[in-house]
T-cell receptor, first 114, second 110 residues
Framework: KAGVTQTPRYLIKTRGQQVTLSCSPISGHRSVSWYQQTPGQGLQFLFEYFSETQRNKGNFPGRFSGRQFSNSRSEMNVSTLELGDSALYLC?????????????FGQGTRLTVV | DAKTTQPPSMDCAEGRAANLPCNHSTISGNEYVYWYRQIHSQGPQYIIHGLKNNETNEMASLIITEDRKSSTLILPHATLRDTAVYYCIVRVVGTDKLIFGTGTRLQVFP
């Protein structure tokens, strides 16, 4: 069974640009959540999706957005990139939201903003 | 949201048991405790989770105190590959939201 797949693995963008990151969950998993990891703030929850609906959102500005498709694949978008957005972006999938089952993480997308 | 407190770092000799403590004194009655680890900025790896009973799987054991205010993750025979940052997390009820603390950096030495 394939794990959580995130693409691309690495990205370099310029300040002011926008970026879209993709996450394909484990087959059969319907819940996807996103996290940002930086050296200063650690791992922080961004948002989570289930059945194409955002169910929960972390404390991030509106420049951070996401969506989930009918096949459970998810994308997150960051507009008007800032240097501080440089981070490892991780997504996790689980079978169903809030059921206290395991959530499995992908390897992440490392975004560098220059 | 419940918070967790872990020691910033620990050492363990290879082949010995590694016991990683975690305090979660504000945990609610229906919140689960999860453990993940992260190696070299890879994605966090799920280890184990539990509510109030002790749990064991092929990777580790989880011991939760009766009052549920603390827990211990036990790696029975640590290897060099267990060197990682270990996160103790209380999962928010009804969501998949994981609130990560700063974790414990476990160093396994030969």
């Amino acid at each position: 069974k394939a794990g959580v797949t995130q693409t691309p693995r690495y990205l370099i963008k310029t300040r002011g640009q926008q970026v879209t990151l993709s996450c394909s969950p484990i087959s059969g998993h319907r819940s996807v959540s996103w996290y940002q990891q930086t050296p200063g703030q650690g791992l922080q929850f961004l948002f989570e999706y289930f059945s194409e609906t955002q169910r929960n959102k972390g404390n991030f500005p509106g420049r951070f957005s996401g969506r989930q498709f009918s096949n459970s694949r998810s994308e997150m978008n960051v507009s008007t990139l800032e240097l501080g957005d440089s981070a490892l972006y991780l997504c996790a999938s689980s079978f169903q939201i809030g059921r206290n089952t395991e959530a499995f993480f992908g390897q992440g997308t490392r975004l560098t903003v220059v | 949201d419940a918070k967790t407190t872990q020691p910033p770092s620990m050492d363990c000799a290879e082949g010995r048991a590694a016991n990683l403590p975690c305090n979660h004194s504000t945990i609610s009655g229906n919140e689960y405790v999860y453990w993940y680890r992260q190696i070299h900025s890879q994605g966090p790896q799920y280890i184990i989770h539990g509510l109030k009973n002790n749990e064991t799987n092929e990777m580790a054991s989880l011991i939760i105190t009766e009052d549920r205010k603390s827990s211990t993750l036990i790696l029975p025979h640590a290897t060099l590959r267990d060197t990682a940052v270990y996160y103790c997390i209380v999962r928010v009820v009804g969501t998949d939201k994981l609130i990560f603390g700063t974790g414990t950096r476990l160093q396994v030495f030969p």
